[in-house]
């Protein structure tokens, strides 16, 4: 991480997009518990790390600056996969229904993912648009990222849990 570079906060958010996708094309082709597991778990560190840096730095800079619904939106989607991300956690391999909990989830992923880099009018087309320091928002968001890779790194556990929704059974 520390040698990597990003020209601005897309391209940081755009490099995360483009390892998650790897992580789950890994996941899709492993035939082991423990590796799917592992890849589970990577890729829902990886994605509540973005998750974190985009609704706590990235979305609030646009806020007022891009299309209001585009914003809302994209925190909607964020809630409905920190619940699959909670759900994913909690389980293992020999539970029913997990692999077809990442598989949904890639799948939110990818389509959230194409909302924001569509060409003209995705967010990052409007933010591009936008009276906004891309570079300085980078150099926040890449700090940030960090002290939340070093916490997941030092505790051995994903960093702290994005907000969710906690579903009870009825």
């Not at 906060?9 to 789950?24: C, N, Q, S, T, Y």
């Not at 994605?47 to 585009?70: N, Q, V």
């Not at 991300?85 to 692999?99: H, K, Q, R, T, V």
């Not at 891309?134 to 907000?163: I, T």
Request: proline residues 4%; hydrophobic residues 40%; negative net charge.
């Amino acid at each position: 991480m520390a040698t990597e570079t990003y020209t601005d906060a897309i391209a940081l958010l755009k490099a995360d997009h483009r390892k998650v996708e790897g992580l789950f094309e890994q996941f899709e082709s492993a035939t082991s518990s423990s590796k799917k597991q592992s890849l589970a778990r990577e890729i829902c560190t990886e994605l509540k790390i973005h998750t974190m840096i985009e609704e706590e730095i990235f979305y609030p800079a646009f806020r007022g600056k891009i299309e209001d619904d585009t914003l809302d939106e994209a925190y909607v989607e964020h809630d409905g996969a920190k619940v699959l991300i909670n759900d994913i956690e909690a389980g293992s391999p020999d539970d029913d229904f997990y692999d077809a909990k990442v598989k949904v989830l890639s799948e939110e992923i990818k389509h959230h993912v194409h909302e924001e880099e569509m060409p003209s009018e995705g967010m990052f087309a409007q933010c591009r648009k936008a009276d906004a320091d891309l570079v300085a928002l980078r150099d926040q968001m890449l700090a940030r990222k960090q002290e939340l890779l070093a916490q997941a790194k030092a505790s051995g556990l994903p960093p702290a849990q994005p907000k969710a929704v906690n579903l009870v059974a009825a």
